[in-house]
C-alpha cells in the first residue's frame, strides 16, 4: 500500500518493547491514527526527536493491515519549545489534545480544527496564562462535535438574552432566569461571562468557516473578566464536555488539581 504523507500532532506515546513505539497522532487529512513506530527510540535519522507530546510533524505513514499503521519517519515542523517549560501551558494543551483525541474519529478529516489546534499550541506558548485561546478553542470543538452551544437565545422561550444573566441548560445552551425554573442545572452565567462566551463562539465559528485570516486574535471588550466570570465560563465549558463525553479527562482533572 501506498505511503500518506500528512501533517500531524503527538497526542500520545508508548513503548511498544524495548526499542519500538507506539505513537498516536492527530492527522490533518485522516484524522486519528495510531502507528507503530520501529525502533523509534534509537532512530534519529528517520525520528530525529520529533515523537515528543504536542510535536508538530511532517508524517510519512503507511496505512495499517491490522490495528496499527506504521510510521515510516516524521520530519519536525515545530516542537513548541517554550510550551513544556509552563506547567500551565503544557497543563492546557495536553487538556486540548485530549479533547481532540475523544472527538476526532479515524479517517476523518479534521477540516479549521488542525490548523486551530496549531493556534492554540503557538499562544499558550506565548501566554500560558491567557484564558481566551482555549476557550474559543473548546467551543470550535463542540462547533466541530455538532455540539455548539445556542447563547443568544432563551433555549425554552426563544427570547434574546444577551444582556442579561442565564442558567446553564443542557445540551441545547442557556435558559432566562424566567425560564429557568425548568432546568435541573443550577449553573448562573452573568450577562458578562454570557457576552464573552458569546463573542468567543461567534470567534470559533469564523475559524470552522475555513476563513481563519479573518479571525482577529480575540480581545475582552471593555475589562478583562474577573475571576468570578472566568470560574462561571470555565463550569459552562466543564458541564458540557461531561455532558456530551460522559466523563471528565485526565487533562482536565489535573488542571483544576494545579487550580488552572
Ligand atoms: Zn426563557
Redesign the pocket.
Known amino acids: 500500500m501506498r505511503t500518506v504523507v500528512d501533517d500531524a500532532v503527538v497526542t500520545l506515546r508508548r513503548d511498544f518493547s524495548e526499542a519500538d513505539r507506539v505513537i498516536e497522532l492527530l492527522t490533518c487529512r485522516h484524522g486519528k491514527v495510531s502507528a507503530f513506530a520501529a525502533r523509534a527510540k534509537s532512530s534519529h535519522k528517520r525520528f530525529g526527536g520529533g515523537l515528543e507530546l504536542g510535536s508538530w510533524l511532517k508524517v510519512w505513514l503507511r496505512p495499517k493491515v491490522s490495528a496499527l499503521w506504521r510510521l515510516e519517519k516524521v520530519e519536525l515542523k515545530e516542537s513548541f519549545p517554550q510550551l513544556r517549560q509552563s506547567l500551565e501551558a503544557t497543563a492546557k494543551a495536553m487538556y486540548a489534545l485530549e479533547l481532540c483525541r475523544e472527538i476526532c474519529q479515524e479517517g476523518e478529516p479534521m477540516g479549521a480544527i488542525f490548523p486551530s489546534v496549531m493556534r492554540l499550541l503557538k499562544s499558550l506558548q506565548q501566554a500560558p496564562h491567557a484564558v481566551a485561546p482555549l476557550m474559543k478553542f473548546e467551543l470550535a470543538l463542540l462547533g466541530y462535535a455538532g455540539w455548539s452551544p445556542q447563547l443568544h437565545l432563551?433555549e425554552?422561550?426563544h427570547?434574546e438574552i444577551l444582556g442579561q444573566s442565564a442558567m446553564v441548560s443542557l445540551p441545547k445552551g442557556v435558559?432566562?432566569m424566567?425560564?429557568s425554573k425548568h432546568v435541573e442545572e443550577q449553573l448562573v452565567l452573568s450577562k458578562e461571562a454570557l457576552e464573552t462566551l458569546w463573542m468567543l463562539q461567534r470567534q470559533a465559528a469564523v475559524v470552522l468557516s475555513a476563513k481563519p485570516r479573518e479571525a482577529l486574535p480575540f480581545q475582552f471588550a471593555k475589562q478583562f473578566p474577573s475571576e468570578a466570570q472566568i470560574f462561571q465560563m470555565r463550569s459552562f465549558l466543564d458541564s458540557f464536555w461531561f455532558f456530551h463525553l460522559g466523563k471528565k479527562l485526565k487533562a482536565r482533572t489535573f488542571m483544576e488539581e494545579m487550580a488552572l
Do not use: L, N
Open positions: 432563551c425554552r422561550c427570547a435558559v432566562c424566567s425560564c
